[in-house]
């Protein structure tokens, strides 16, 4: 699982135009896993040196640090996010529907 999403990410770099500012994790494993956030800068570090977490930030899902969970100094920044689909889901719906 974490080659595949080390592997997508690293795609995704190469659509873009410019350097990457921010990592940002989100959604149920993204925001509550995070062995599996450094499993994957690990091997997100293989190409791009410049990124690591602060692991005691990284152990508290980044709620002590408005989650940037990187290290000082580190770029890109990683953050987590919180998101809740089923709302941004159920706004779109109605706003469908009215």
Do not use: W, Y
């Not at 350097?19 to 509550?32: K, R, S």
């Not at 091997?43 to 692991?55: F, N, Q, T, V």
């Amino acid at each position: 699982f974490v080659f595949r999403l080390a592997q997508n990410i690293a795609k995704s770099l190469v659509a873009l135009e410019g350097p990457m500012d921010a990592l940002v994790f989100t959604a149920g494993i993204g925001e509550h896993s995070s062995e599996i956030r450094q499993r994957t800068i690990n091997e997100l570090a293989k190409l791009i040196p410049s990124l690591g977490l602060d692991k005691e930030r990284n152990e508290v899902d980044g709620h002590d640090s408005n989650g940037v969970i990187s290290e000082d100094g580190a770029f890109p920044a990683v953050l987590v996010v919180a998101t809740d689909e089923e709302a941004m889901i159920a706004k779109e719906c109605i706003r469908l529907v009215c």
